[in-house]
């Protein structure tokens, strides 16, 4: 999330017997659509800790659930996998502030 805004997503996967997904870890990933309901939980849990960027990581169960949100997120296994340029949509946005 930055500024308000879920500017890319994507759904890790853990790799066989291992319950862990994080990517540096081994685990696939693959983009994921940013429907209404996902952009607004994300924006939501990061205005709630007051982020104007954030990393927010939901799981998939009967419903989403916000599981953590991370105020300093790295993003370059997002970028890989869903070809957003994360850091180039940040710099955007705090140039944009800058000028506000």
Known sequence: VIDGRAVAAMRRIPPAGDWRSNAARGGTTVP???????????????????????????????????NEVNGIPEFKALTKTTGVDVAGALLAALVMLEKK
């Open 32 to 66: 994921q659509k940013i429907d209404p309901e996902l952009e607004e939980l994300a924006v939501k849990a990061a205005e709630a800790v007051g982020a104007f960027y954030a990393g927010v990581d939901i799981l998939i169960g009967d419903r989403l659930y916000v």
